[in-house]
């Protein structure tokens, strides 16, 4: 079957029952969607299908034969992050982190779909989207400056030039970059 | 894992269902599938021509994988139970045919089951025997059967129409009880979803009784998000609203 993930063909063989969740991650190593209950209720999952967010836990990979998925390996890249991503760094709101990647799949669907949401638009989208560590406030605060575009531009590159010249270029599996 | 092209293929390849799961939008089966709780020898996904709603001749027909998000801004009181079920992306995955084969265990489910019910709901399914066409409630009492659900269909008179439910609070919702009424005629049809594995009416309350007579014609469980005790109380409460609320 063929799925094509964050712009990039890709061939894969798992079994046609496979959910996406497991394809994505064991098969093509995308580890971004997180395996969390696995049955739906808790949103770490989230991906887009055809541009809709979807949980990848419970899409059979036979459902997605031939399908757009993106993840959060294609929202950004490390030395530059989707506007969204750099309002989460600045407003703290990834803790733990492992909701974050539903959280961004969630709710970049919806600001491609409403780009100026009500907080009630917010909470609609965040539905189903479990963060363990509570941190809901500063997850609503960094969508709300993500959708008016209070993100400074300099949080969207995060300090590269401090890096080790001689530290490896992050490989990251299903990055298109 | 068969994929059925056409209607006419999903009904030649279940056959006589013998060791067959269909699989709707899979936001029940795909986990059970996954941890092996079901291991059916073949999986048929329902073809695209099932999905949609169509009005015609007075009916209005929704296809088995019409998803649940498709109705939320159907006919009521369909549209509202549509609307409080879950969240965005299950609502845009689960289907109707899935909805109306579900019952509730550790939590209710089949949440469009009792707004089916009173708007006169007819199930075409088809399995051994052919297709046939059953009332909503004998379907729900047999369970599918090693049948295969098509389609649901109701005639599309105008009606009043109630609905109240009590939802636990969560990121998402979960029904725990929810009571859907419809008046038509002078006839008026009561049934509710979390007070028994499937949604049934209220018979009792149906022929002119008080909203506590509810509790003659159902005997709510416990489940792992209310008890039995919690439910007998606010059954009447949501039967009284849901009447009270005809319009």
Same mark, same amino acid.
């Given at each position: 079957?063929?799925?094509?993930?964050?712009?990039?063909?890709?061939?894969?063989?798992?079994?046609? !029952?496979?959910? !996406?969740l497991?394809?994505?991650?064991?098969?093509?190593?995308?580890?971004?969607p997180k395996a969390g209950c696995q049955q739906g209720g808790c949103g770490s999952c989230t991906?887009?299908?055809?541009?809709?967010? +979807?949980r990848?836990c419970l899409?059979?990979?036979?459902?997605?034969?031939?399908?757009?998925?993106?993840?959060?390996?294609?929202?950004?890249?490390?030395?530059?992050?989707?506007?969204?991503?750099?309002?989460?760094?600045?407003?703290?709101?990834?803790?733990?982190?492992f909701c974050?990647p539903g959280m961004?799949?969630?709710?970049? /669907?919806?600001?491609?779909?409403?780009?100026?949401?009500?907080?009630?638009?917010?909470?609609?989208?965040? /539905?189903g989207h479990i963060c363990r560590?509570?941190?809901?406030?500063?997850?609503?605060?960094?969508?709300?400056?993500?959708?008016?575009?209070?993100?400074?531009? @300099?949080?969207?590159?995060?300090?590269?030039?401090?890096?080790?010249?001689?530290?490896?270029?992050?490989?990251?599996?299903?990055?298109?970059? | 894992?068969?994929?059925?092209?056409?209607?006419?293929?999903?009904?030649?390849?279940?056959?006589?269902?013998?060791?067959? $799961? $269909?699989?709707?939008?899979?936001?029940?089966?795909?986990? @059970?599938?996954?941890?092996?709780?079901? +291991?059916?020898?073949?999986?048929?996904?329902? *073809?695209?021509?099932?999905?949609?709603?169509?009005?015609?001749?007075?009916?209005?027909?929704?296809?088995?994988?019409?998803?649940?998000?498709?109705?939320?801004?159907?006919?009521?009181?369909?549209?509202?139970?549509?609307?409080?079920?879950?969240d965005?992306e299950v609502?845009?995955?689960?289907?109707?045919? &899935?909805?109306?084969?579900?019952?509730?265990?550790?939590?209710?489910?089949?949440?469009?089951?009792? *707004? !089916?019910?009173?708007?006169?709901?007819?199930?075409?399914?088809? &399995?051994?025997?052919?297709? +046939?066409?059953?009332? #909503?409630?004998?379907?729900?009492?047999?369970?599918?059967?090693?049948?295969?659900?098509?389609?649901?269909?109701?005639?599309?008179?105008?009606?009043?129409?109630?609905?109240?439910?009590?939802?636990?609070?969560h990121t998402h919702?979960?029904?725990?009880?929810?009571? /859907?009424?419809?008046?038509?005629?002078?006839?008026?049809?009561?049934?509710?979803?979390?007070? /028994?594995?499937?949604?049934?009416?209220?018979?009792?309350?149906?022929? &002119?009784?008080? *909203?506590?007579?509810?509790?003659?014609? $159902? @005997?709510?469980?416990?489940?792992?998000?209310?008890?039995?005790?919690?439910?007998?109380?606010? #059954?009447?409460?949501?039967?009284?609203?849901?009447?009270?609320?005809?319009?």
């Amino acid at each position: 079957m063929r799925l094509i993930v964050n712009g990039v063909e890709r061939e894969v063989e798992s079994a046609p !029952l496979t959910p !996406l969740l497991h394809v994505l991650r064991e098969e093509l190593g995308i580890t971004s969607p997180k395996a969390g209950c696995q049955q739906g209720g808790c949103g770490s999952c989230t991906v887009l299908v055809g541009g809709d967010p +979807r949980r990848s836990c419970l899409l059979p990979l036979a459902a997605c034969d031939g399908a757009e998925i993106m993840t959060v390996e294609g929202l950004g890249t490390p030395a530059r992050l989707a506007p969204l991503q750099a309002a989460f760094h600045e407003q703290y709101g990834s803790q733990c982190g492992f909701c974050t990647p539903g959280m961004l799949m969630a709710t970049h /669907a919806l600001l491609e779909r409403t780009p100026s949401p009500s907080r009630g638009d917010i909470e609609e989208a965040l /539905a189903g989207h479990i963060c363990r560590c509570t941190g809901y406030v500063k997850i609503i605060a960094s969508i709300e400056a993500a959708a008016s575009g209070d993100v400074a531009s @300099d949080k969207r590159t995060p300090s590269l030039e401090d890096a080790d010249p001689n530290e490896p270029d992050m490989l990251i599996p299903g990055s298109p970059a | 894992m068969i994929r059925p092209g056409s209607l006419r293929e999903l009904v030649e390849s279940f056959g006589d269902g013998a060791d067959t $799961v $269909v699989l709707g939008g899979g936001t029940v089966l795909v986990p @059970d599938l996954a941890h092996r709780h079901v +291991r059916p020898r073949r999986v048929l996904l329902l *073809p695209p021509e099932l999905s949609g709603v169509s009005r015609a001749d007075g009916n209005v027909t929704i296809g088995a994988a019409t998803r649940v998000s498709e109705l939320e801004a159907a006919d009521e009181p369909l549209a509202t139970a549509a609307r409080h079920l879950a969240d965005r992306e299950v609502r845009a995955q689960a289907t109707v045919g &899935g909805n109306l084969c579900v019952r509730g265990g550790e939590t209710p489910r089949g949440d469009l089951q009792a *707004p !089916l019910l009173v708007l006169g709901a007819r199930v075409r399914t088809a &399995g051994p025997g052919g297709e +046939r066409s059953m009332p #909503l409630e004998d379907f729900l009492a047999s369970g599918p059967n090693g049948r295969v659900v098509l389609d649901v269909a109701y005639d599309d008179a105008p009606r009043q129409t109630g609905y109240a439910a009590v939802l636990r609070p969560h990121t998402h919702h979960y029904t725990i009880l929810a009571v /859907a009424a419809a008046r038509r005629d002078g006839e008026t049809r009561v049934a509710v979803t979390g007070a /028994a594995p499937t949604a049934v009416r209220l018979p009792s309350v149906e022929a &002119g009784g008080s *909203p506590e007579d509810a509790l003659n014609d $159902v @005997d709510p469980p416990d489940d792992a998000l209310a008890s039995a005790w919690y439910r007998s109380r606010v #059954l009447p409460t949501l039967v009284g609203r849901a009447l009270s609320s005809l319009q």
